[in-house]
């Protein structure tokens, strides 16, 4: 038993929720983005608290709460903001995995999910449709088509870059699965300017993270996957024990952080879920350790941008929720871009999410279109070359709306750093 079991949500017993009611403030209201789309205070982080609480009373009407639960972002802003530290993605989780216990979404709800889920998870047939899906653009509804945009750097490119000595650092490149099918360059690029700055990159046969069977109502999925995983990884690590794990899309890197979290009553994985939680980076942590910490590397990249003309130095950047709220690295990546030089365009309301959020622009298709509508007036890109982001799903959301190139900010320092930049 994994998520599906209840009890296992040791800390979300109704005791615990409802004291989480009674933390709730209006701290909250500039972070709950539905609630400033919908206008109803069931969209708000405070207002799903109270209808899990009512669930645990019986007192709520399920098909409501499973609409107003299914409307939520998990952006996790809420959690950046909440002075208290109520963990509203966990309560929230609970509340999604008692409600798919009473089966309270529809037969043809379910079949829908669970297409989504056996698509997104598997690399070789999403790679087969989205190809499909290219080559059909013009034959599909206006919305979609925008969807299916080619990312702006997809090709593998074999460039000859400046080498840097060894750092003695050795990572595992976690490859992950929808991103290596839309846009194969961010692993490529990753594992390319990782190994120009002397960083010995190792690949495992790893596969999804997780967060799509998550997303998808399918909790004890995610768990199977996080197994796959942390026995592709351990091996590894077992032979290189100072071995730190990459995520280079940030919704991949909060799954991976979790794994700890997920299988802590797993007495058979709990240890290893542990070891391999603690041990995992989000690309731009490393970074920032090689840049802090070997002055030449810092200094070289630097240069580069130096040269670069003014228009091609200056950028947008969308700050992930995943990276910002999920793993709490809100304002590094900005930090070490003014370091380098780096010109960011000022952008307004930082803090919400572009409306990508998983699997979310699929299934709530009129909320995620207003908020990327929201946020594409926010970015104030007009004088940008380039939009930088961490993360997919916001990588190929923001890129349905906009001509110019958006693409992932590891892709942008690697064709700086490679003298490619265009």
Not at 63 to 84: F, K
Not at 131 to 141: E, F, K
Not at 326 to 339: A, D, M, S, V, W
Request: hydrophobic letters at 40%; glycine letters at 6%.
């Amino acid at each position: 038993a994994g998520y599906a079991a209840l009890d296992r949500f040791d800390c979300f017993t109704k005791t615990g929720v409802f004291n989480s009611t009674l933390k709730c403030c209006y701290v909250w209201d500039d972070y709950r983005p539905t609630y400033g789309i919908l206008g109803d205070e069931l969209d708000s982080p405070r207002g799903r608290i109270y209808q899990i609480k009512n669930l645990l009373e019986g007192q709520a009407d399920e098909a409501s709460v499973q609409l107003h639960l299914d409307r939520c972002l998990t952006c996790r802003a809420c959690e950046t903001a909440c002075p208290s530290g109520v963990q509203y993605g966990h309560i929230l989780e609970w509340g999604r995995t008692f409600l798919k216990q009473k089966a309270v979404r529809s037969r043809l709800g379910r079949f829908k999910l669970t297409v989504m889920r056996q698509i997104l998870s598997r690399p070789k047939m999403f790679q087969v449709l989205w190809l499909v899906g290219q080559s059909s653009r013009g034959c599909l509804p206006r919305y979609y088509s925008k969807k299916l945009k080619p990312a702006a750097l997809k090709k593998s490119r074999s460039l000859v870059v400046t080498q840097m000595e060894s750092t003695q650092m050795t990572v595992i490149l976690h490859q992950g699965c929808v991103q290596n099918s839309l846009s194969p360059n961010i692993n490529h690029a990753t594992r390319r300017l990782l190994q120009a700055w002397g960083v010995n990159v190792l690949i495992a046969q790893d596969g999804c993270c997780g967060a799509v069977s998550a997303h998808a109502d399918d909790m004890d999925g995610a768990l199977e996957k996080a197994r796959h995983n942390i026995g592709a990884w351990s091996s590894l690590i077992a032979r290189h024990p100072q071995a730190l794990i990459v995520s280079n899309a940030s919704a991949c890197g909060l799954q991976l952080k979790e794994y700890a979290f997920a299988l802590r009553h797993d007495e058979l994985w709990a240890n290893r879920a542990q070891r391999i939680s603690a041990a995992v980076r989000d690309v731009s942590e490393i970074v920032a350790l090689l840049l802090e910490g070997n002055p030449a590397i810092f200094q070289t990249l630097k240069t580069c941008i130096d040269q670069l003309p003014e228009s091609m130095k200056t950028v947008a950047y969308h700050e992930s929720c995943t990276l910002q709220h999920g793993q709490r690295l809100k304002g590094r990546l900005e930090k070490q871009f003014i370091n380098l030089g780096m010109h960011l365009t000022p952008s307004l309301n930082t803090h919400l999410c572009c409306g990508s959020a998983g699997t979310y622009a699929i299934t709530q298709a009129s909320i995620s279109t207003q908020l990327l509508n929201n946020k594409m007036r926010d970015l104030k890109q007009e004088n940008a070359s380039f939009i930088l982001s961490a993360n997919i799903g916001c990588i190929q959301h923001i890129a349905s709306a906009t001509n110019k190139k958006v693409m992932h900010w590891i892709e942008w320092v690697d064709a700086v750093w490679s003298g490619d930049v265009y």
